[in-house]
């Protein structure tokens, strides 16, 4: 069992940044591949971004502007967001998975942690 609780979500005006956070307590931290994904209100849960021993993926809307990373020893996992636009304001879930890429099904999931961009 994997447990997973984002932080670092909040209120920023536009072309502001942010960190999320992911801490994972459980099983072996850097077993798992790491995803963020994010579902604004109306829409259905979108990837964002994961991590794996293979390296990093970012969805089209957000290569560029954020990056992520993972603390293996502090069983951590980021999301650094700059240039934040209106359209990045949503709820952010932290996903862990045995797999190689995080998906929806991913069996592992955050609360989420809300973002919220002000134009």
């Known amino acids: 069992q994997v447990q997973l609780v984002e932080s670092g979500g909040g209120l920023v005006q536009a072309g502001g940044s942010l960190r999320l956070s992911c801490a994972a307590s459980g099983r072996i931290f850097s077993s798992y591949a790491m995803g963020w994904f994010r579902q604004a209100p109306g829409k259905e849960r979108e990837f964002v971004a994961a991590i794996s021993w293979s390296g990093t993926s970012y969805a089209d809307s957000v290569k560029g502007r954020f990056t992520m990373s993972r603390d293996n020893a502090k069983n951590t996992a980021y999301l650094q967001m700059n240039s934040l636009k209106p359209e990045d304001t949503a709820v952010y879930y932290c996903?862990?998975?045995?797999?190689?890429?995080?998906?929806?099904?991913?069996?592992?999931w955050g609360q989420g942690t809300q973002v919220t961009v002000s134009s």
């Open positions: 996903a862990a998975d045995i797999k190689p890429f995080p998906s929806k099904f991913s069996p592992y």
